[in-house]
């Protein structure tokens, strides 16, 4: 089964002051090569979602696929993108991962392909608990069948803009990762300066 990857760098960043905050510098290299360091190995192939001039990504040397759904319609127009790129490439699946989480698990994949084929899902999702056992879901972090692009497709064009409002109804796996915040993302000046203290305290 061919899988492929693709990370969505297509957020406003409105708490960054806007502009990529993928490409902003920490430790050295982007937190978009952070990105692409931790998931080429766990795939086929990747590619990166965003809109806007490709060229500012040329360095990278990955096809950058912009939405298909007209305005700002969120992750899951990333998704629609990454599925209709893959099917072109005979892809069965894509993983997705936000072009803005720097240190999220080096086993992702593995761990929802086999939650995947263990619940028969044709989806599946990360999630995170915290000490209160309170669960939060990372749609952004996913494995999704290409055979659904059209019906994500017509979702889209009828309004749908949450991701659980349409992965639930198909059934999508739940994957459960430890650990202290492992799907920490760069929002804000602050998250940045947390996000180099914990790559410095990974070195």
Known sequence: MKLLGVILAGGLATRMGGGDKCLLDLGGQTILQHVIDRM???????????????????????????????GFAGPLAGVLAGMDWAAGRGANLIATAAGDTPFFPADLIE???????????????????????????HPTFGLWSVSLREDLRAALQSGTRK?????????????????????????????????????????
């Open 163 to 203: 991701v659980i409002a349409w992965t639930e109804p198909h059934g999508c796996a739940k994957v459960m990762f430890d650990g202290d915040d492992p799907f920490f993302n760069v929002n804000t000046p602050d998250d940045m300066l947390r996000a180099e203290q914990l790559l410095e305290g990974r070195r």
């Open 111 to 137: 761990r929802m392909q086999a939650q995947m084929a263990a619940e028969g899902t044709p989806l599946a999702m990360a999630t995170t608990a915290d000490p209160d056992r309170k669960f939060s879901r």
């Open 40 to 70: 080429s190995p766990q795939v086929d192939g990747l590619a990166i979602n965003a809109n806007g001039d490709p060229a500012r990504f040329a360095e990278y040397g990955l096809p950058v696929i912009p939405d298909s759904i007209d």
